[in-house]
């Protein structure tokens, strides 16, 4: 499932996967995508959060592809550069 995300790309080889995903720019972790509000019936209603009137539909230039981990931590996004492609080949070729 892709929460927050335009795309994925799988990589696979002999030894691994590795996963690119197509993501807001400016999103480090799991946690920048995610945002709970919680409202109670009868509560107070603090003022409206002004930062909603003034969301713009996002444009392709305000994506960017980052790597996952490939284990479980899910900690942060990697950005993509020449170097983590390197890196990712050669974990799939070499193990």
């Known amino acids: 499932m892709l929460i927050g995300s335009k795309g994925r790309v799988d990589v696979t080889g002999p030894f691994g996967k590795e996963k690119f995903i197509l993501i807001r ?45 490939s284990d479980s931590r899910w900690v942060k996004f990697d950005d993509v550069n020449s170097e983590t492609i390197t890196n990712i080949i050669m974990r799939m070729i070499n193990g």
């Open 25 to 69: 720019k400016g999103v480090k972790s799991p946690s920048d995508l995610i945002k709970v509000r919680v409202n109670v019936v009868g509560a107070y209603k603090p003022e409206k959060d002004k930062t909603d009137e003034n969301v713009k539909k996002p444009s392709i230039d305000d994506w960017e592809w980052k790597t996952m981990p």
